[in-house]
């Protein structure tokens, strides 16, 4: 079963900066393209980020590029989320989740919605509040 584990949420003030981790149990995270999405109460779970199998490739929802940055530690089988000039509407639960493979690979799909990724990790807690 492949499982992922989200980390690092928190309390922070706008303008602050916070870094997620998602780390994988018994997998290599290395083959996987992997995802970072959000969701608030009451909303659709929104696709944030989406970095390729070799960290290569990423790609960002309108609303964060610039400000948010993904990226792949394969040595330490991660990845991170790094969320700078963060604003109040990026309070949300995040959670991290890999494409699955087909055809031998796994890629970010075009549009990063949910029904493309797969083994969901449980989610960390954002907020962005004075």
């Known amino acids: 079963q492949l499982q992922l584990v989200e980390s690092g949420g928190g309390l922070v003030q706008p303008g602050g900066s916070l870094r997620l981790s998602c780390s994988a149990s018994?997998?290599?995270?290395?083959?996987?393209?992997l995802g970072w999405f959000r969701q608030v109460p009451g909303k659709e779970r929104e696709g944030v980020a989406c970095?390729?199998?070799?960290?290569?490739?990423?790609k960002y929802a309108d609303s964060v590029q610039g400000r948010f940055t993904i990226s792949k530690d394969n040595a330490k089988n991660t990845v991170n989320l790094q969320m700078e000039r963060l604003k109040p509407e990026d309070t949300a639960v995040y959670y991290c989740?890999?494409?699955?493979?087909?055809?031998?690979?796994?890629?970010?799909?075009?549009?990063?919605?949910?029904?493309?990724?797969?083994?969901w990790g449980q989610g960390t807690q954002v907020t962005v509040s004075s």
């Open positions: 018994g997998f290599n995270l290395g083959a996987y393209a």
């Open positions: 970095v390729s199998i070799y960290g290569t490739v990423k």
């Open positions: 989740a890999l494409v699955p493979k087909t055809g031998g690979t796994s890629l970010c799909p075009s549009d990063l919605v949910p029904a493309a990724f797969g083994s």
